[in-house]
């Protein structure tokens, strides 16, 4: 599991990092577009 996971966290850091106002969304400031809700 622990490699699972690994993997997953870098997906979505990379999907973050991609998406524009990625920082806003995490925040909740802005709705999630491009992704699944936190």
Same mark, same amino acid.
């Given at each position: 599991? +622990? /490699?699972?996971? @690994?993997?997953? *966290?870098? /997906?979505?850091? *990379? +999907? =973050?990092? /991609?998406?524009? @106002?990625? &920082? #806003?969304? #995490? =925040?909740? &400031?802005? %709705?999630?577009?491009? +992704? %699944? %809700?936190?």
């Amino acid at each position: 599991m +622990g /490699e699972n996971a @690994g993997i997953v *966290t870098i /997906e979505v850091v *990379t +999907g =973050r990092a /991609e998406t524009p @106002g990625s &920082r #806003d969304t #995490d =925040r909740g &400031r802005l %709705p999630a577009t491009s +992704g %699944p %809700p936190s």
